[in-house]
C-alpha cells in the first residue's frame, strides 16, 4: 500500500496533477475534523495566556462580544460588566475578545487590555487574547460566527457587535454594536434563556 501511494504521487506529480497537501490545525480550531457545531467546540486563550476550552461553559447563556479600549462603544464595558454580575450566578457569562480589526481602537498587549478594563470599569467577566475578527487572518471562532446564516451571520460591523448564545452553544440572536448591553430585548432573551432548562 505504501508502495502504491508512492507511485500515485510520482505518476501526478509527472502530469502536473497536484496532491493535497495536509496543514496542521489552526489555532482555536475545534479539534475535530468536522465543521464545528457550536462555539462550544473552541478552545481559546485567556487574557493571560491561558488554554480554556468554550465547553467549560455547557448549560451556562453566553454573550461573545469583539472589544476595544479606543472606541466610541468603549463605555459599553460598563453595561457588560453590569450585566455579568447581576446574572452570573444564574448561569450567564460575558466573554470579551478584544480585536485591532476596526481603526486601530485596541492597540495595546493582552497585559494592557486587562489592566485598563479591571482599572477603568471593573471587568470581572472572562477576557480573552486579542484575535482578529475580519480579513485573511480571521480567527476559526469569528470564521464559523459570520459563515452563520443571517440574521445571525454575516460580517462583524464594528467593535462591540454581540452574540447571545444559548445553553447548548447555539447562537441564537445577534446584536449591533450599537446596542447598548442593557437594552430591554438583550435582557428579555438573557432572561427568556436563563428560564429554560439545559
Known amino acids: 500500500m505504501q508502495l502504491h501511494a508512492t507511485w500515485l504521487r510520482v505518476v501526478m506529480l509527472t502530469i502536473g496533477i497536484a496532491m493535497p497537501a495536509t496543514s496542521p490545525a489552526e489555532p482555536g480550531a475545534p479539534s475535530k475534523s468536522a465543521e464545528p457545531a457550536g462555539v462550544l467546540d473552541f478552545t481559546m486563550n485567556r487574557i493571560d495566556g491561558k488554554p480554556q476550552k468554550l465547553s467549560d461553559f455547557h448549560g451556562h447563556v453566553l454573550l461573545i462580544v469583539n472589544v476595544a479600549s479606543r472606541c466610541g462603544y ?8 453590569a450585566i455579568y454580575e447581576e446574572y452570573t450566578e444564574r448561569g450567564f457569562e460575558v466573554l470579551g475578545f478584544p480585536s485591532n480589526d476596526f481603526r486601530g481602537q485596541e492597540p495595546g498587549t493582552n497585559a494592557e487590555i486587562a489592566d485598563f ?3 477603568t470599569y471593573g471587568v470581572e467577566f472572562p477576557m480573552f487574547e486579542k484575535l482578529r475578527v475580519k480579513g485573511r487572518e480571521k480567527h476559526p471562532l469569528y470564521r464559523y460566527l ?15 457587535q454581540k452574540y447571545l448564545v444559548d445553553r447548548e452553544g447555539r447562537v441564537v440572536h445577534k ?24
Open 117 to 119: 478594563c479591571r482599572s
Open 146 to 160: 459570520t459563515s452563520l446564516p443571517e440574521p445571525l451571520g454575516g460580517e462583524v460591523q464594528w467593535n462591540f
Open 74 to 81: 468603549t463605555p459599553q464595558y460598563e453595561g457588560l460588566e
Open 175 to 198: 446584536f449591533s454594536p450599537s446596542t447598548s448591553p442593557r437594552d430591554a430585548q438583550i435582557v428579555q432573551q438573557i432572561e427568556t434563556l436563563l428560564g429554560q432548562e439545559s
